[in-house]
């Protein structure tokens, strides 16, 4: 069985807030502020990619990203942990403002590759967390779809997957094909994969396919989308310090409850 | 003074032995002598093992740390195992030389054996050195089975029998002498004080003819216990009295110290690191052949003080062992033989090594495991994952770090570096190092420090956003690849700024510029803030206003003192400033380890057990000192969070402070400006 597994990277999510910046031209930070990672949860579905392999639930693995040339190193990361494969869809921006032209492109790019049974996705993109990509794809294959997924085994032939719900874990058996968008789960922390892997990684080539040649110059792109970005901007904050001076623990505190009622932020019982 | 040392002066050999005997005796030696060569067989088949390895180069370091170890200089360090070992190991030489005398006199015919050398040689200074060896052995005896120190290896009845018969030996030896100056008459015999006492003894306990009878015995006895030590030689840890020194000879000169043997990664079959003897070098091979068992190692590691599944002692014993029992084929070595949680467990302090007698390099043969378990096997602790990621994507280790590269120098006057013109015009170039951008508390040392160069007037600059990790933790840890990708780039930024002359505040850092990066062709001069500012004092450029006194100790940082030997900068500016400084009882090349090193600063485990840097809290807070100084970022966020953990009845609070703070603290501010 082959897997496609839907990758992004994003802008480098410790980055200070206070540090956090806007280009109100391009509506997205600016170039360079700080690095592109891998996202936190397109990690999770890439482990999760691995361990099927190597449990034999899937056979190969593809990695499939579309983004800017840099985003490459995703997916070096991605064959370095041992997938089979992997595709580029060269776009020069981080990522399209709506998530359907994004599925859009990833789809197109499916509909290439040798046909998967299974995709898999990170739950949401860490940057802008619409949680579309997965869904939308699946909505256009007509597959089914099983989010915030943390654990897939095959068990007496039957393909069973554990999700995060509501009011705890849920196990659902799920039919082929169909996709799965991937939660974190301290199984799934990205593994760091050994140093022979790594530098093999440096030498597998990876397939670049551009916009055009997936059929979708900008006219089709733009038919695709449905939504604009209006405006964007960094909410402001302000912060206010202020120190209680007290000589031991208790006077500390009682201070403190003073100070938080006079503030109305707390009402103690008379 | 002629009649005295007498030229007729000599003694009987083999006296009253008869040929029979003398046909065991020399049959005897042929086996032993083939046991023997057996024995080194099967160790040189082990040491074959190995890769190469440089052994010939700084020949002058290389034979006066041998000539070193020879004359018991390590050993001497500590008091009691130190003066036994000496007494024994001296006592031994001349006891040898005493019988190739023999050797040389009887079965050689060269009949030196007589006249003065006879008697103050042979007679008595054989006699007293024998004695020597008695009361070392007394020492060792009484250490072993009634001191019984925890670190010493207890292998019975191996021990007991070559105690034993080495005390055999020599009281045979007496035993001969006595019997031979009793029953002879022996004109010489004050020349032997202790044979001639024994000779008083042994005339009260037979008659001369019941002596004479027994001497053969004695002498075949004597001379077969000999034998049996020789044939157990290389068969047990008394090999070491070969390789001990060759080990020495053979061990790293320096002057660096601790650097980590880079690894090609463009080499057709790369090797990542040690999991079988054919990736260690045959100079490791052999050095593990060299132990002595001693447990000096152990005594002093950090991580085995705080109960952590480390002892260097057991590293070398299991490897030896291991690889003595499978040959090439023992392994996994690293994660197998050696557990992975004790090859964790090493802060890289280098104590171990500092104070083996044998000169056992224990650091690069768990680092090498590391790298076997990092890099191949891919099998690092949680956090060392994680900190080698946040190098990959950020080339800083500080996880979740709040602080931006250059956050530090908000505010501060302070010039970045832009070409290569400016490099020439310049002092220093100041690398700040990781810790001092994304650790709050350590932005205060790189602050502190830029006062004091402002004040004194040095021209300096600051690369920036363009620093990267030097790669230290990757390093230490076994991430050599990831090690490997930040010195060259770092390599080729100080190339491309014409950088040559560094400053740094961190140890760490130091060790990195100043020696590892040479093997990627960077090569500066590199110093570390204690030599800087203590210059700047000493050139009068720094004004100090008087202040109330306090008091001090200095903790040394492993990797400024063990691997760099500065010991004096520091506390020569401690002396300067209104201090009272206090030593700790560990402290120079003793220093016991913050628990920060080997990468430990991002991955300290939390195993519930103490904790090394809280022992080392305890032992600053001990001395009454109020405020523990040092000179490294690391050691400062650690002896910080030991001091929390002091208790009341502990002292009162511990502050921990870098050098500089307490410099920049006490500045004139009046007279700020150079002088
Ligand atoms: S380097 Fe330090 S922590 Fe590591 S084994 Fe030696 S003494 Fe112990
Ligand atoms: S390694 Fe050195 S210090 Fe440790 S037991 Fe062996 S000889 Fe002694």
């Keep these: 069985m082959h897997a496609v597994v839907l990758l992004k990277q994003i802008l480098d999510w410790e980055l200070p807030p206070r540090k956090f910046r806007i280009d109100q031209e391009t509506k997205r930070p600016p170039d360079g502020l700080a690095p592109a990672l891998l996202g936190p949860f397109e990690q999770n579905a890439l482990e999760l990619a691995i361990q099927l392999k190597e449990t034999g639930v899937v056979e190969r693995v593809t990695a499939l990203l579309a983004g800017p040339p840099g985003a490459a190193d995703a997916l070096r990361k991605a064959l370095a942990v041992r997938c089979d494969d992997a595709v580029h869809i060269v776009v020069e921006a981080p990522d399209l403002h709506d998530p359907s032209q994004t599925a859009e492109l990833l789809l197109a790019a499916i509909r290439r590759l040798e046909p998967p049974e299974l995709v898999l996705a990170g739950r949401q993109a860490g940057d802008w967390d619409h949680g579309q990509v997965g869904h939308l794809v699946a909505e256009r294959l007509r597959w089914p779809v099983l989010g915030l997924v943390w654990q897939v085994e095959r068990i007496d032939g039957r393909l069973l997957a554990w999700r995060s719900g509501v009011y705890g874990s849920e196990q659902f058996a799920v039919r082929l094909p169909a996709v799965m968008t991937v939660t974190s789960h301290s199984s799934l922390r990205l593994r760091m994969g050994n140093v022979m892997d790594l530098m093999a990684a440096n030498r597998k080539p990876i397939t670049t396919w551009t916009p055009e040649e997936l059929g979708l110059g900008p006219e089709e792109l733009a038919a695709a989308g449905r939504l604009e970005l209006a405006d964007v901007w960094v909410p402001e904050v302000e912060r206010h310090c202020e120190l209680i001076e007290a000589e031991d623990p208790a006077e500390a505190v009682a201070a403190l409850l003073d100070r938080l009622e006079e503030l109305k932020l707390l009402k103690r019982p008379a | ?675």
């Design chain 2, 1 to 675: 003074m002629n009649d005295v040392l007498a030229a007729e002066a000599t003694r009987e050999v083999q006296w009253e032995v008869t040929t029979a005997m003398v046909v065991v005796m020399y049959a005897s030696m042929g086996i032993a002598l083939l046991v023997f060569g057996y024995g080194i067989w099967r160790l040189f088949r082990v040491w074959r093992l190995g890769r190469r390895a440089a052994v010939w180069n700084r020949l002058g370091a290389r034979l006066r740390r041998m000539l070193a170890a020879i004359a018991q200089a390590t050993v001497l360090r500590r008091r009691l195992p130190g003066f036994m070992h000496a007494l024994i190991f001296y006592g031994w030489w001349v006891l040898l030389g005493a019988t190739c005398v023999v050797f040389i006199d009887h079965d050689l015919g060269l009949r030196i054996m007589q006249g003065a050398f006879y008697l103050v040689f042979q007679s008595l200074i054989v006699d007293l050195f024998g004695a020597l060896v008695l009361l070392g052995l007394g020492i060792a005896f009484y250490r072993r089975y009634v001191m019984r120190p925890q670190q010493l290896e207890h292998r019975e009845p191996a021990d007991a029998l070559l105690l034993g018969s080495i005390l055999l030996i020599v009281l045979t030896g007496f035993a001969l002498e006595g019997i031979r100056i009793a029953a002879t008459d022996d004109p010489w015999a004050n020349w032997s004080p202790i044979g001639a006492v024994t000779s008083l003894s042994l005339g009260r306990l037979a008659n001369d003819a019941a002596l004479t009878r027994a001497y053969p015995w004695f002498w075949l006895t004597h001379l077969l216990l000999w034998h049996v030590l020789l044939a157990a030689l290389p068969f047990t840890k008394f090999v070491h009295v070969f390789t001990s020194p060759l080990n020495v000879f053979f061990s790293d000169p320096g002057p660096a110290k601790g650097v980590v043997e880079p690894t090609d990664f463009t080499a057709e079959a790369v090797r990542l690191g040690i999991n079988a003897p054919a990736d260690m070098t045959w100079r490791q091979l052999f050095s593990l052949d060299a132990c002595t068992e001693c447990g000096r190692c152990e005594a002093v590691c950090p991580a085995h003080a705080a109960g952590k599944p480390l002892s260097p002692k057991r590293v070398i014993l299991d490897l030896r062992d291991g690889i003595r029992a499978a040959g090439a084929n023992a392994g996994p070595l690293a994660g197998g033989v050696i557990a992975p949680e004790a090859l964790w467990a090493c802060t890289t302090c280098r104590a171990c090594e500092e104070v083996c007698p044998v000169a056992i390099e224990h650091v690069p043969l768990i680092v090498g495991m590391r790298q076997n378990l990092a890099m191949e096997q891919a099998a690092v602790p949680t956090r060392v994952g994680e900190m080698v990621a946040n190098l990959e994507a950020r080339e800083h280790p500080f996880r979740g770090a709040s602080s931006g590269r250059t956050d530090w120098m908000e505010g501060l006057p302070v010039q970045e570096l832009d070409s290569i013109e400016e490099a020439g015009d310049l002092d220093v170039v100041y690398w700040i190092g990781c810790a001092a951008a994304f650790d709050e508390r350590a932005q205060q040392i790189a602050r502190a420090l830029v006062s004091v160069l402002l004040h004194a007037g040095v021209r300096f600059a600051v690369l920036a956003s363009k620093e990267r990790c030097t790669g230290d933790p990757a390093r230490r840890t076994g991430n050599e690849y990831h090690y490997d990708l930040l010195a060259r780039s770092n390599v080729e930024t100080l190339e491309g700024a014409g950088v040559t002359r560094i400053l740094t505040h961190c140890p760490h850092c130091l060790q990195q510029l100043r020696h590892e990066y040479r093997a990627f062709g960077g090569r500066y001069e590199v110093v570390h803030h204690s030599e800087f500012v203590s210059s700047l004092i000493e050139q009068g450029r720094v004004r100090l206003a008087p202040g109330a006194r306090e008091r001090v100790t200095f903790h040394d940082p492993c990797y400024l003192g063990r691997y760099n030997d500065v010991f004096e900068a520091p506390r020569r500016i401690l002396d300067v400033l209104p201090t009272e400084r206090v030593e700790m009882p560990r402290s120079r090349s003793e220093s016991f380890c913050c628990g920060a090193g080997g990468g430990h600063a991002f991955y300290e485990d939390d195993d519930g057990g103490e904790k090394i840097s809280g022992i080392r809290a305890r032992e600053a807070a001990a001395t009454g000192a109020t405020t523990v100084v040092t000179g490294c970022p690391f050691c400062l966020t650690m002896l910080e969070s030991g001091a929390r953990t002091l208790t009341a009845e502990q002292g009162p609070p511990l502050r921990a402070r870098d050098f500089v703070e307490l410099v920049a603290d006490a500045l004139d501010s009046k007279g700020s400006g150079p002088a």
